[in-house]
């Protein structure tokens, strides 16, 4: 099948993108212990502070992923005339932008978290990092939140496989899991088995825009 939309190509390598540079920064993270628990500022400080280059590091794979993810959905709203229901298409793309700036958002707070661990740690210095490790937290809370719908509308407005759509779907009940993770520890101290179950329980939206990234890139 020819493929006449030009603007496929280049959102299926952006998607792929995304999905390497998050599992790339997902993986520095989990096992270096810079989940930085904001239960915990003294301790999320020293761990920015110990290890600021692997923190940039990691800083600088997932600012590249949303970013990527920002521009696939800009991508894909503005080219939705190959699809039956351009309006669902824009409104994916849409969504999927959305998640992409909140995620950057969220990495600004993170930054700013490896300024304040160049000082030393008084009790103003942890009230802030709180407040920025808090905002950053709810920050990629609502960039989960954008992103499932993003998978949603996407699975039911883009064309694809029937088995695509239904994995499509278990992704985003998936993505679900995770944005309610932190409200069930609301009233505690979030664990380090809850943050690494968070980023766990997005994987599989990861892997699902990945899958349709590697198939718009193959259209012929």
């Not at 521009?71 to 503005?78: E, Q």
């Not at 793309?93 to 030393?120: E, F, I, K, M, V």
Request: charged share 10%.
């Amino acid at each position: 099948m020819t493929d006449l939309n030009p603007g496929a190509r280049l959102t299926g390598v952006l998607l792929l993108i995304s999905l390497l540079a998050m599992i790339t920064g997902a993986a520095i993270v989990v096992p270096s212990g810079l989940t930085l628990n904001p239960a915990d500022p003294d301790a999320a400080l020293a761990a920015v502070g110990e290890q600021v280059g692997l923190h940039l590091t990691e800083l600088a794979f997932d600012v590249l992923g949303w970013l990527a993810l920002t521009a696939a959905g800009l991508v894909m709203a503005a080219r939705p005339n190959v699809a039956p229901r351009p309006h669902l298409v824009v409104f994916a793309g849409g969504l999927l932008a959305a998640a992409g700036l909140a995620g950057l958002l969220h990495d600004a707070g993170n930054l700013a978290l490896t300024r304040l661990s160049a000082d030393p740690v008084t009790p103003t210095t942890a009230a802030v990092a709180t407040a920025v490790l808090l905002s950053a937290k709810w920050t990629v809370n609502l960039a989960g939140l954008l992103w499932v719908a993003a998978t949603t509308t996407t699975a039911v407005g883009v064309p694809m496989p029937s088995g695509l759509r239904r994995a499509g779907a278990i992704a985003a009940l998936c993505g679900l899991a995770a944005v309610a993770l932190p409200w069930t520890t609301a009233a505690d101290d979030p664990s380090e088995a809850s943050e690494q179950l968070g980023y766990a329980l997005y994987l599989p939206i990861m892997i699902w825009y990945g899958v349709l990234g590697w198939r718009y890139l193959r259209r012929q």
